[in-house]
Structure formats: C-alpha cells, structure tokens
C-alpha cells in the first residue's frame, strides 16, 4: 500500500510538504506542488482522508470552470447553474482558468483534497489528474467532473452540449440559401472540439453544395473580438474577396462586422456574415447579426443537475445530453 512517506520519497520532498500539498495546495510553492501531484498520479495514491471523505458529501460546494469570466457566453450559463444550485442546497464557486494549465489543476486539487465536491467544465482544458487517468488506460475521471460545451474523446463522464457540426452546417446553409457562393470561416482555435467541429461542420455544408472550399478562405481565430477583426481584415487582404463568412462565435462575428465597415463596404450586400451563440448584443449590432442560438439556461440546469445525480451516486437516464440549437435570422445576412 502507497503512503505519504513513499510520496514524499518520489516526488524528492519532505512529508510536511505532501501533507501540506494535500490539505493546503495554494500554501505550497507551485514547482513543489506540482512535483507532489506528479508523484501521486504516478503512484496511484489515494490520501486515507480523501478516501473517507469520498465515501460522503459534505461540502456542498461545486465550482464552475469558465475559461474567461468576461465572455457573455459563459456567464449565462453560470447564472443558470447557480440558479439551480441555490435551489439543490449547493454553493457555487467560479475558476477562471485564462487558458492556463497550472490554475485548472489548482482547482483540481480543491476537489480532490474534499475543499469543494466537483468540477463542471466549461472551457476545452482536462485537469492533469484527469489527462493522466485517460493515458493509463481509464476512461472515468477520479473526480467528480461534467462537461458542459466541450466534449473529449475516451473520458466517460457526464456530458451536456450540441451537436456542434449540425449547428454549424445550418449556418453555412443559410448563407447557401441567401445566394453566397464564396463562403469563408473564421474558425475558433482548432486545438479544441468547439473549433474542429464548427469546422467540420461548414466545410461539409460546402461539400454538399458543391462550393469552393478555399484554404485562403478558412482563418483560425481565438474566439475574441480581436481575434475576428483581425481575421476578417486578413481575409478582406487575400483574394479573391468573399462574399459571407461564418464566425464560430458572436464575438468573432462583432470584430468581423467592424473590419468590413472599416474597408467601406456593407454588410450585408458586400459581406453576409453570420454567429454562433445568439449573445444578446449580436441584436443590437448594425446590422443586427444572424447567429445560432445555444440554449445557455438548459445547459447550465442539465450540468448541475448531472452533477448533483453524481454526487448522490444517483444512475443517470444519459450520460450525454445533446440539446437542440436553432437558426436566428437577422439582418446581417438578409441580401436584398
């Protein structure tokens, strides 16, 4: 059987630090911490204190990883998360992960020191924990964990989204519809699923209807308003020009829109462009932006309620919820 002792051996630490590690991470220097963690995964070890607790609920804590707290996105269904959670007894508390690995597996080790009971994830980053049960060959996380937006291949927990690449194929089908003939994208980052799929989606859209599929045409952007304006302008830069773009997100959508106003051109009639998300500003953008549309309150009530199921050692109907998206027809798209 693994102890502290042989932890501390491993990892080259003394077993104050381990313990300390495992009750108070954030009291740990962070090149210490993570040799100790590295250590504990190795050597499949399971703290007798955790192994106890594990046995029972006692924090009623759950926290909610978002990967920016400024996105609207994300906030709208971490109000609905919390709406519920109020209503089951639990508190709520929220990680900003700003992409980086290190805050995501600090929030990691909250849970798995029993500081709070479970992981919902909203962004596209696995704790290490998890990463490294998925290499061994496990496919359950050895935390409480649901996903919610994103999907991983091999990890078997509690998963609510949509189908990403019908969502998208719709959106590129409305800009068919509309008469665009040379359709580009402005990608979310393609080392994710969000990004793949919504790829996916529109060059198979395209692949049906027998259009161009441009490599100049297809620019990756981060899912921020920057990062459309920028891409937009990149592809106003490389001809020939196109005639609508399908934005992964309503941000990137946003920047899209003020690059075109900028080169003097208008939306729609020179440019059709349309979201994803349906964030209420993209109703107010001039034009008013086509987009697809999440259902933000649903997500957030089936993650939580997923959660709660988990933790209760509840059996689940599905453990993947697939939940219906729609097309939200506005001006930006509208050619006269």
């Known amino acids: 059987m693994v102890t502290i002792r042989d932890i501390a051996k491993r990892a080259g630490v003394s077993v104050a630090t381990v313990s300390r590690t495992l009750r108070e991470p954030e009291a740990v220097r962070p090149v210490r911490r993570e040799r100790v963690r590295e250590a504990i995964e190795e050597m499949n070890y399971v703290p007798d204190a955790v192994a106890r607790q594990l046995r029972r609920r006692t924090n009623e804590t759950i926290i909610v990883i978002v990967p920016e707290i400024a996105n609207p996105f994300f906030s709208g269904i971490v109000q609905s998360i919390e709406n519920v959670a109020h209503d089951l007894g639990y508190r709520v508390l929220i990680g900003e992960t700003q992409g980086k690995q290190e805050r995501l597996d600090y929030y990691a080790d909250l849970v798995l020191t029993r500081v709070a009971d479970g992981l919902i994830l909203l962004g596209s980053l696995l704790p290490r924990i998890v990463t490294a049960a998925l290499e061994a060959g496990r496919q359950e996380s050895p935390i409480p964990l649901v996903l919610a937006c994103e999907r991983f291949d091999g990890l078997d927990c509690p998963n609510v989204t949509i189908d990403n690449v019908a969502a998208a194929q719709l959106a590129v089908r409305h800009l068919i519809e509309q008469g665009c003939k040379r359709i580009a994208t402005i990608t979310g980052p393609l080392d994710n699923t969000l990004g793949l799929d919504r790829l996916q989606g529109y060059q198979a859209a395209l692949a049906a209807a027998g259009l161009p599929s441009a490599a100049q045409w297809q620019v990756e952007g981060s899912f921020s308003i920057e990062s459309g ?24 959508a946003i920047g899209a829109m003020q690059a075109v106003r900028e080169r003097g051109l208008m939306i729609p009639r020179a440019m059709a462009i349309v979201g994803f998300d349906d964030l209420r500003f993209g109703a107010y953008a001039a034009p008013p932006l086509t987009t697809i549309r999440q259902p933000t309150n649903e997500l957030g009530e089936v993650a939580i309620r997923m959660m709660d199921a988990v933790l209760h050692k509840r059996p689940l109907e599905q453990r993947l919820v697939v939940l219906p998206h729609s097309l939200v027809p506005r001006e930006s798209t509208a050619r006269i």
């Open 229 to 252: 304006h920028a891409a937009m302008h990149q592809l106003l830069d490389t001809g020939p020009m196109p005639d609508s773009v399908f934005c992964a997100n309503d941000e990137m």
